[in-house]
Every structure is written in structure tokens, then in C-alpha cells.
């Protein structure tokens, strides 16, 4: 059991984990299962909230302190931005706040610096809203979010760059995906109310429910038996996309962690074969977990995608699903940390392993065959500007997701001429994704 002050002390280290070592937040938090569920909700809640409006806080704290932050002690400064994250974006008590920051100083052993805390969050307390509109007139650190990133939202949304910074800094939603091999949709909503739990059905993705508060997975109606997984809505129209028939080969590459293999195999138990690829070794095996939680089959392969030579066994694929590796800039509400550790510099090389993984894969795709392409990201580089130019170098294949998702809502389809489909971060309570539909002539 610890103590308020721990909890506040171990969020300051995991805080400083992630903006000086570049550690991803949600493997940190992975491996802190001890304590009570209170303890855990806490420190998962001071943990995302400092990282999400990390770059906001830090310009506050350097407003506040009579000489630069990096004189502070770093795990000093990390506690800094723990507490000012409290009393600036939380409900919890003042005096609270400032006690148990201030006491864990003491946990983290220096305790000399619990003077410095204790006039810091109490000037917080007086000026701290004022300070804070002051740097607001910043729009780049009033929406927490890196000035590269910005720059580029407005760029590539210009109409809805501002919605998307909003969308980012929200709690994401807890969305499920009904596995239609067990019940439909409407019945696995109605088990849901019976076990007190609140569901509504989204409005274009059949198999999705979004609960109206989070729990843990453990605690949903035939979770262990494979009636229902956790996946966002927009990583559910993957699936719809590749649109698999019976008998058909289906390829998933870069599977990990296997919510889309799964969900193809649902849509379609009548495959005739579905292999799926990822080239991480630890990630694979949650492939392998979630197929035999839902009591499904598939090959799966460790290996890198875009050498196919290396695995593909020369037969073609009726379907290809790419989901590309890329900035993961569509679930920044779902991973703040994305803020602190993706840099401008990474979308060059980015893109281009997008575009090499594309041109690697195409061959495997029979004539008359499908290739979805899939990301995360919200970028035009790792997207519209990775496909269009594909299209324009192959005759023989064409952008065909508009007639594919027809039923999705037709205000999408825009942006300038733009090939494929986006899904603005928030929209339809959705995380960001694109997708492209390219299908290979007979010819």
C-alpha cells in the first residue's frame, strides 16, 4: 500500500522516464501493478495528465521560477509538473496538492527541496491563472503540442486543425468490438445492461459499442470466452475495407498486436487462409493471445514485411491489409507521449519505409485482388502523399475506397483531390486513421 506522496513520487519518475529517456509511457505503467486499483487509477491519472500537458506545464514552471528548470534536480522538476498539473487541470483539493507534493519531495529523498515545491504550487495558487493565460497567447502551448506538429495540422487540416488539438488532449473513449461470431451487436448491448453497464452502438461501424465508462476488461460480460474485444471504431473499418469472401488468402502485414486479424476472421470464419506478419517478436505472441482468446486460427509469422522473399510462400493474396508503421499522430489522446517523442524529423524516414513496404507488398496481391492501405497517422506525408504517388507509378491499380465505404459519411471525402479516406482525430468519437482501398486490374 502507498502513500499519497508515493504515488505522486513514482508518477514524477515515470514523468521523467519518458521526457528524458524517451520511454514509452504505457510499458512504464505496465510494469507498476502493485498497490491498491485507487493507487494505480492515480497514478495512471497523474502520469497521462503531466505527460499530456507536459509541453503547457513546462513553459508555466519556466515562468514561475527566477532562473531556468534545468537547474532544478530533474526528479525535482518532474514533481514540479505533477503538481502543477494537479492544481491547473484537476479537481483535487489545494491543500492536498501542495502536502503531498510537497511530502513527496521527501519520498524521493530531497527533502531540501520541499521548500522550494511548497512556494512554487503556493504561487501556483495565487498566479497561476494569470501566468497561464499569459502563455496561452501561444497557440502551440496552450494546446500542449509540439510547434513541427501544429505547423503541420494546420497545413494538411486547415479547417479543422484547431478540433483536432482539442480531440487530442481528451480522455479517449473506451470502444469494444463485438465479436459477431458469438451475438450481434444489439444483444451483447443488452448483456452490457444487465451487468449495469452503459452502451451506444456507433453509427457506421456495425460491431461497435462505446461504453460509457471505462473498466477493466476483466469485468466485461464474456470478455474471457471471445464474445467482445477493445478496439477503437476507426481500426474497425479496416476490416470493412479489405471486405474478405469466403475461400479467399488474405495477407495482414504488420499485424501486431492483432485486433484486425482478429476482426477479419470474424467478419469471414469461411477464409481460406489468413497469415499474419509482424516483424517484433514480443508483439507477435499478442497476436497469438488474442486468436486464441477469440477461438480463432491464422498463421503467424515473425518477420519483417518488406522482405517477403524471406516468408511469402509464392502464392498471391485475394487481399492485403497494410497497416503501416508511422507517427501514431492520429492517437495522441490515447498516447500523450507521442508529443515528447516524435520528432519532425522522423516523417522523412517514416514515409519512406511506408512507401517501400507499399511497393514490396503489391506484388503479392493477385489480379483483381485488394491492398488496404492503413495508418494511424494524420499527416499528409505518411499518407496521401504516400499512395497518390504509388497510383501514378502503377496502371494497373486504382483508389477504389469511396465506392468501397460508401456508407460511411460523405463529408470524409475531402481534401483537395486527395486519394483515400481520413478520419479526423474526435470525429464521430473516433480515434485519427486513414485508409486507401487500391484494387489490382484483371488486366
Known amino acids: 500500500m502507498s502513500t499519497p506522496a508515493e504515488v505522486r513520487a513514482r508518477a514524477a519518475r515515470l514523468v521523467l522516464q519518458v521526457s528524458t529517456e524517451g520511454r514509452s509511457l504505457d510499458a512504464l505503467l505496465a510494469n507498476q501493478s502493485s498497490g491498491k486499483p485507487q493507487e494505480r487509477g492515480l497514478l495512471r491519472a497523474l502520469s497521462y495528465g503531466t505527460i499530456r500537458w507536459h509541453i503547457r506545464l513546462s513553459a508555466i514552471l519556466q515562468q514561475m521560477l527566477s532562473g531556468p528548470p534545468e537547474r532544478l534536480a530533474p526528479e525535482i522538476r518532474a514533481l514540479s509538473l505533477v503538481g502543477l498539473f494537479q492544481l491547473l487541470h484537476t479537481d483535487i483539493a489545494p491543500h492536498a496538492v501542495v502536502s503531498e507534493t510537497v511530502n513527496a519531495a521527501r519520498v ?251 511497393k514490396q507488398l503489391w506484388p503479392l496481391v493477385k489480379p483483381g485482388g485488394r491492398l488496404v492501405y492503413a495508418s494511424c497517422s494524420v499527416l499528409k506525408a505518411e499518407n496521401a502523399a504516400v499512395v497518390g504517388p504509388f497510383l501514378d507509378a502503377h496502371e494497373e491499380s486504382s483508389d477504389v475506397t469511396a465506392a468501397v465505404a460508401h456508407t460511411w459519411p460523405a463529408a470524409e471525402w475531402r481534401g483537395g483531390g486527395q486519394v483515400g479516406y481520413r478520419v479526423r482525430p474526435g470525429e464521430a468519437g473516433m480515434d485519427g486513421f486513414y485508409y486507401a482501398c487500391l484494387q489490382k486490374s484483371n488486366g
Open 108 to 358: 524521493l529523498g530531497m527533502p531540501r527541496a520541499a521548500g522550494l515545491l511548497n512556494a512554487l504550487l503556493r504561487r501556483c495558487q495565487r498566479e497561476g491563472a494569470g501566468i497561464a493565460a499569459r502563455i496561452d497567447a501561444d497557440p502551440a502551448l496552450a494546446a500542449a503540442h509540439p510547434v513541427w506538429l501544429v505547423d503541420a495540422l494546420r497545413a494538411d487540416w486547415p479547417a479543422e486543425a484547431v478540433n483536432i488539438l482539442a480531440a487530442n488532449n481528451q480522455h479517449p473513449p473506451f470502444w469494444l468490438r463485438v465479436n459477431r461470431l458469438r451475438c450481434t451487436t444489439e444483444a451483447y448491448a443488452e448483456r452490457l445492461r444487465a451487468a449495469g453497464m452503459q452502451a451506444t452502438p456507433h453509427p457506421f461501424v456495425p460491431e461497435a459499442l462505446l461504453l460509457a465508462e471505462a473498466v477493466d476488461v476483466k469485468s466485461l460480460p464474456g470478455f474471457a470466452e471471445g464474445w467482445v474485444s477493445v478496439q477503437d471504431a476507426a481500426a474497425q473499418l479496416a476490416s470493412r475495407l479489405v471486405a474478405p469472401q469466403p475461400g479467399q488468402r488474405v495477407l495482414d502485414a504488420c499485424a501486431a498486436p492483432g485486433g484486425k486479424t482478429c476482426h477479419l476472421l470474424e467478419l469471414e470464419p469461411e477464409l481460406g487462409h489468413l497469415v499474419a506478419v509482424d516483424v517484433a517478436g514480443e508483439r507477435i505472441a499478442r497476436v497469438r493471445d488474442n486468436l486464441e482468446r477469440l477461438g480463432l486460427a491464422a498463421e503467424v509469422i515473425t518477420a519483417d514485411a518488406e522482405q517477403p522473399a524471406d516468408w511469402w510462400d509464392g502464392q498471391p493474396f485475394d487481399r492485403v491489409l497494410l497497416d503501416v508503421p508511422c507517427s501514431a499522430t492520429g492517437v495522441i489522446r490515447r498516447h500523450p507521449d507521442i508529443k515528447l517523442l516524435r520528432r519532425d524529423t522522423d516523417i522523412p524516414a517514416l514515409a519512406a519505409r511506408q512507401a517501400r513496404l507499399l
